[in-house]
């Protein structure tokens, strides 16, 4: 079946570091792709999403490229800020399947250190 | 707009007992998802309900139930608590495909139930 998987965590930066978090994806079909973000105490909110090859989505300085050849939706930003210090989980749409309609990756934790 | 309102947002319970949680979902949006995050196992699908009808259920025992009324509000149950229900539950809404949708899925802030 269709899954997600996303680098374990966590991940510990320093203010304005650079970030990558990597997901990689399986799919028979042609998912669209998402990045939520979940702030300590809250549920989950949408980053940024791609719904077909090569779109890039892009929110609050967040990029992700949605590769159909590798298979992969990498999260990356260039300068992170002590703000950023959530749980990013990457998923992808899975219309009426068995595990729901998003297929989330584990999530990774990030801490963004002054 | 208003978001996704789940209520109550804490709850204690201890072993045993039932609990039930409500969602109300974005105004239009028809179907309802249900999610239990815990540490371990991360975000695991309970159900979906759409019109009323369960369209989708997760791995989860019998104990787990839901339901969708006509207004979409939803509502989740489970019967005869036990420790490992311990967990964040989070209520999502969205409108199907076919409307534009792409398969965003909103969320609530989750109701957590803590299990003694």
């Known amino acids: 079946g269709d899954s997600v998987t996303q680098m374990e965590g966590p991940v510990t930066l320093s203010e304005e570091a650079f970030l990558t978090i990597n997901c990689t994806y399986t799919?028979?079909?042609?998912?669209?792709l998402f990045w939520y973000v979940q702030y300590p105490g809250e549920g989950l909110q949408l980053l940024l999403k791609?719904?077909?090859?090569?779109d890039k989505g892009s929110n609050k300085g967040f990029e992700a490229t949605y590769r159909k050849e590798t298979t992969s939706f990498h999260l990356e930003k260039g300068s992170v800020q002590v703000s950023d210090s959530a749980v990013y989980f990457c998923?992808?749409?899975?219309?009426?399947?068995?595990?729901?309609?998003?297929?989330f990756g584990k999530g990774t934790k990030l801490s963004v250190k002054p | 707009k208003a978001g996704v309102t789940q209520t109550p947002r804490y709850l204690i319970k201890t072993r045993g007992q039932q609990v039930t949680l409500s969602c109300s979902p974005i105004?239009?949006?028809?179907?309802v998802s249900w999610y239990q995050q815990t540490p371990g196992q991360g975000l695991q699908f309970l159900f979906e309900?759409?019109?009323?009808?369960?369209?989708n259920k997760g791995n989860f025992p019998g104990r787990f139930s839901g339901r969708q009324f006509s207004n979409s509000r939803s509502e989740m149950n489970v019967s005869t608590l036990e420790l490992g229900d311990s967990a964040l539950y989070l209520c999502?809404?969205?409108?199907?495909?076919?409307?534009?949708?792409?398969?965003?899925?909103?969320f609530g802030e989750g109701s957590r139930l803590t299990v003694l």
């Open positions: 791609a719904t077909k090859a090569d």
């Open positions: 309900y759409f019109s009323e009808t369960q369209r």
């Open positions: 999502a809404s969205s409108s199907l495909p076919g409307t534009g949708n792409t398969g965003e899925l909103f």
């Open positions: 799919a028979t079909g042609y998912p669209s």
């Open positions: 998923a992808l749409s899975d219309y009426g399947g068995s595990q729901g309609n998003l297929i």
């Open positions: 105004s239009g949006h028809r179907s």
